[in-house]
């Protein structure tokens, strides 16, 4: 069904990545191409300044690490970590990538969010490719 499949991961309990990536393989065609990404918030300039570098690094490879070890669990997928705005990093990702579909998981929402969460809202509306988003 589709050839190359992006999953956003996030690194908490109220996502869930493993049924993420069972509907990505779901989804797949046989020689398909998974890039999981986790998109990092960008942190303000007045804040960085205040937080040693080694800190920032640190955390940084923390998520690399916990990144890919989380992309181990879909074999032959592409882990990339970027940064800015996720629900925008996300679909600007997915423009620019050749992204056929974007499987998301998605929290559950409070009123604020209306039915789905931020991100995932964000993305179901804006992606020009197919979205699946999983609860």
Known sequence: MYKHILIPVLFDDRHDTQASYLAARALADDDAKFTVVHVMESIPS???AE???EVLTKT????EKALNQS???LPGAEALLISGHAGRAIVDFADESDVDCIVLASHRPGFEDLFLGSTAA?????AKCSVHVIR
């Open 51 to 53: 937080i040693p570098s």
């Open 46 to 48: 007045y804040v960085t």
């Open 71 to 73: 992309a181990r669990a």
């Open 60 to 63: 940084r490879n923390e998520v």
């Open 122 to 126: 964000r993305v179901v509306r804006h």
